[in-house]
Each structure stands twice: as C-alpha cells, then as structure tokens.
C-alpha cells in the first residue's frame, strides 16, 4: 500500500476522534439544541467524506477494504448537497453506532502501511 494515502487517512481519523471528543457526554438532546456542535459534526463528516473520496479515486482497492466507505461518500454528499434531507437523529445515530468501527477500520488500514 502506498505511503501517499496516509494523510487521508490521517484526516478520517483525526475528524473522526475530534466528533467524538466533541460528543463525549452529551445527548441527543443536548446536540439537538447546540447549533454550534451540529455545524462542527457536519464539517467533520463532510472532511471524512471527502477523503474517502479521495481514497476511492486514488487507491480503490484500500477503498474496497472499508465496508461502510461508499455509505460514508454517500452521506457526506448529503450533507453537503441536499443538506435539509439530514435530521439530527441521523446524525446522532452515525456519532454513536456507525463511527467506532469505522474509525476501527481505517486504523487498520493505517497500520498496515510499512514506514
């Protein structure tokens, strides 16, 4: 694997730790009524999309390596093209069940590459 995939990887990952520092604690609740968190979890995953964006152009069989890789590309062409279809339980619900394993995932990938 190419050394050259590192930095989006990097960028899943560091995306993806900052949404969970940021929701540590906090509810759905709490999310539904802090604007500011939800604007900052929308960027995170946007900057996660992008990169697997990235990732699926540049290197398509580590891609293929991640289960939920298209589904991630997806939702970040949601938020930003059709960003009123995305409720916050949505959100919510990728925070506290999807992220984990994905983070798991490319953690994986990441160290798999020789230094």
């Known amino acids: ?8 990887l990097w960028d899943i990952l560091s995306a ?3 949404i969970l520092t940021f929701t540590t604690g906090k509810s759905l609740a ?4 802090d604007r500011l968190l939800q ?3 929308e960027r995170c995953f ?3 999309g992008e990169a697997m964006v990235r990732i699926r152009i540049g290197y398509p069989d580590e891609f293929a390596k991640l289960p939920e890789a298209q589904r991630v590309v997806n939702f ?3 938020l ?9 339980e949505d959100v919510w619900n990728i925070i506290q069940v999807h992220l984990a394993p994905l ?4 953690q994986t990938l990441l160290d798999r590459i020789k230094p």
């Open 30 to 33: 709490d999310y539904k009524s």
């Open 1 to 8: 694997m190419s050394h050259k995939i590192k930095p989006y």
């Open 39 to 41: 604007l900052a979890m």
């Open 16 to 18: 993806g730790n900052e």
């Open 80 to 88: 930003t093209h059709n960003y009123d279809a995305i409720s916050d």
């Open 46 to 48: 946007i900057t996660i």
């Open 103 to 106: 983070l798991h995932q490319v």
């Open 76 to 78: 970040r062409n949601v």
